[in-house]
Every structure is written in structure tokens, then in C-alpha cells.
């Protein structure tokens, strides 16, 4: 059962058997294709969102990738992007300081990870991640550097790169 983190049976004379289980708690829904998926804090892949349930009001990562398409209930995610999904999809407006309504984190496979504001024209490209040569512990310093580049010129943007946590660069619209 994916959804069943743990379960536990214990039996007490004379006639009393304890049944304790513990389910998987969501953090965020991996979107793919049609499919919404719930995701716990260890990546596994549990359970089908359902509209209105668990996963309503969860982080939203919509993940366009091929190799993506067969993902499903009982499987994982790699490490690495359980590790960059997370920290992107904690961020508010706030944190980069966009005028933005919310934002939206997706990962295409020509760009890896990239982030919207509602209300926004700017996209921008965080990149891929790997487990050591470019880890997501660059996505701090991305994040101060997207800062940077949005102050006072969020609405004349259109794509902002963020090479690392150091060097990006905008093109305006």
C-alpha cells in the first residue's frame, strides 16, 4: 500500500488485537501530463491527487520532461529533484521580490527548472541539477541573484538565466 508509511499489529490477551498505521503525509503534487501525483517528504510517489482533497492547496510542480511520462503511484522521485522541488516551490512572491500574485515552478527538459509569477510576462530559468556537480544548493544564491535582477525592472522582463548562484543575465520584452 503506497500510501501506509508504516503498520504495526499487536495482539494483548485475551482478545484484543491493536492495529496502528500510520499513513504518508503530502508536501507537493507532481503534475505530469494529466496526472497528479502526491509526493511525500521522502519522494514516494503515493497516491492520485483527487480535486478538493489532499493534495488541495499543496505546491504544484508540473513537470514536462518526456522521460517523466511514466511516473506513478508507487514510485519515487530522484533525490535531487525532491531536493530542488522543494526549495523552489517554498518560495513566495516576497522572496524575490516580485509583484507577482504566486508563482509556478516546471521543469522542461531544454531548460530544467523555471519558475513564473502570475500576472508576470518573466519566466526564469533556474537550470538543471545534479547530485555533485551542480547541486541545488545553489538555488539560495539563485534566488538573491533573481532578486537582484527583477528590482526595478520586473514588468519590463521577459526571461531572466540564472548560469548560478553568481551570473545571470535578462532579455527584456
Given at each position: ?9 499487536s ?21 505530469v501530463?494529466l ?17 478538493g482533497?489532499?493534495g488541495?492547496?499543496l ?8 522521460g517523466?511520462?511514466s511516473?506513478?503511484?508507487?514510485g519515487?522521485l ?13 518560495l513566495?512572491?516576497?522572496d524575490i ?9 516546471q ?11 502570475d ?6 530559468a ?11 544548493d ?10 537582484s ?13 540564472l ?11
Open positions: 500500500l503506497p500510501a501506509v508509511t508504516q503498520a504495526t499489529v495482539v494483548s490477551l485475551p482478545d484484543t488485537i491493536l492495529v496502528r498505521v500510520v499513513e504518508r503525509q503530502p508536501i507537493l503534487v507532481w503534475a501530463g496526472k497528479r501525483l502526491l509526493v511525500d517528504r521522502d519522494g514516494v510517489i503515493f497516491a492520485n491527487a483527487i480535486p482533497g489532499a488541495a492547496g505546491p504544484v510542480i508540473v513537470d514536462h520532461r518526456a517523466s511520462a511516473m506513478d503511484v508507487g519515487s530522484d533525490p535531487v529533484d525532491l531536493d530542488a522541488a522543494t526549495r523552489l516551490a517554498s513566495k512572491p516576497a521580490g516580485s509583484a507577482a500574485t504566486a508563482l509556478h515552478v521543469i522542461e527538459d531544454s531548460d530544467g527548472y523555471e519558475m513564473r509569477g500576472g508576470q510576462t518573466w519566466v526564469a533556474f537550470g538543471f541539477y545534479t547530485a555533485s556537480l551542480r547541486t541545488p545553489l538555488i539560495p544564491g539563485q534566488v538573491r541573484l533573481l532578486r535582477l527583477l528590482a526595478g525592472r520586473e514588468s519590463t522582463l521577459r526571461r531572466v538565466v548560469a548560478d548562484d553568481v551570473n545571470g543575465t535578462y532579455t527584456t520584452k
